[in-house]
């Protein structure tokens, strides 16, 4: 299911509800824009929430726009182990609900 020559399918989506993926669009970019939090660091955030949701498109796209900007495999890495922990601690706190 999951194979990027997919995303090729997005400009059917932009046919269909241009206004809506015209706002997508602009929305997307205005958030991973540099600002108070530097662009680097907002695409470190995006791939830590990318692993998180287990979005393979996101993985790439968010994996490759860090590096390109400077990120190391080390910066990478630990944003897996960000997600991991955010992950397992929410399990964690998710199942104090099934203790009596």
Do not use: W
């Not at 970019?29 to 995006?46: C, D, R, S, T, V």
């Amino acid at each position: 299911m999951y194979d990027l020559k997919n995303l090729s399918k997005l400009k059917n989506l932009e046919a269909n509800a241009p206004e809506a993926m015209k706002a997508f669009v602009a929305f997307d970019k205005a958030a991973l824009a540099g600002g108070a939090i530097p662009a680097k660091y907002k695409e470190l955030m995006a791939l830590a929430v990318a692993f998180t949701t287990q979005c393979p498109y996101c993985i790439e796209i968010h994996s490759n726009k860090a590096r390109g900007i400077g990120a190391s495999e080390q910066e990478i890495a630990e944003a897996v182990l960000v997600a991991a922990a955010l992950r397992a601690g929410g399990a964690i706190t998710h199942g104090t609900h099934a203790m009596k």
